[in-house]
């Protein structure tokens, strides 16, 4: 399987209202989505850690694209 087409959209969508947890504020959300495409397949993806919950960054979710980006390269 060959992957024709690697998108990542990042999207930031604010929240109507603040959401508050004991640690923390939210007023937004933060993440990407990821698209990958084989022939006429097209899949879907999102990553978005989210700060006190997850146990990576958004940045971190990055390099882990780049990295599967890079490996899959010559294939594209």
Same mark, same amino acid.
């Given at each position: %399987? $060959?992957?024709?087409? @690697?998108? #990542?959209?990042? *999207?930031?969508?604010?929240? #109507? $209202?603040? %959401?508050?947890?004991?640690?923390?504020? *939210?007023?937004?959300?933060?993440?990407?989505?990821?698209?990958? $495409? @084989? =022939?006429?397949?097209?899949?879907?993806?999102?990553?978005?850690? /989210? /700060?006190? @919950?997850?146990?990576?960054?958004?940045? =971190? #979710?990055?390099?882990?694209? =780049?990295? @599967?980006?890079?490996?899959?390269?010559?294939?594209?």
């Amino acid at each position: %399987m $060959k992957i024709s087409q @690697f998108t #990542v959209t990042p *999207y930031s969508i604010p929240f #109507v $209202k603040s %959401m508050e947890t004991a640690g923390h504020t *939210y007023s937004h959300r933060e993440g990407v989505l990821l698209n990958l $495409k @084989f =022939e006429n397949l097209s899949g879907w993806g999102e990553a978005a850690p /989210l /700060l006190g @919950f997850s146990n990576e960054s958004l940045k =971190e #979710v990055y390099y882990a694209l =780049e990295g @599967f980006h890079n490996a899959i390269e010559g294939e594209i």
